[in-house]
């Protein structure tokens, strides 16, 4: 997946803390932030497609923070998932029912 550099003239979007509910039903893969589709750097689940122990399902609460390329889900559980964004794409990579 090619990795999108930030241009030194292109200001850079930030979202601080932005409240959201992160669909975790097949375990934690990507994650949509307004019109940007992310994919999480070190994907995460139980081994049979469901969530990791200790995560809510179908949703867990939390808060994303995106800066530039990178998105950084945290929740109260102390759960923290970094996601790259994922240029150009217009839907997630994989259905989940």
Known sequence: MPETQASADAPVQ??????????????????????????????LDDGQGN???????????GTVAVSGSQAVFRDDDGHVVTFQARPGATGFLKTCS
């Open 14 to 43: 930030e979202t601080s803390g932005k409240p959201i509910m992160l669909y975790t039903h097949c375990g934690i893969e990507e994650l949509r932030v307004d019109d940007t589709f992310f994919i999480a750097e070190t994907p």
């Open 51 to 61: 969530p990791p122990p200790g995560w809510g399902n179908p949703y867990q609460a």
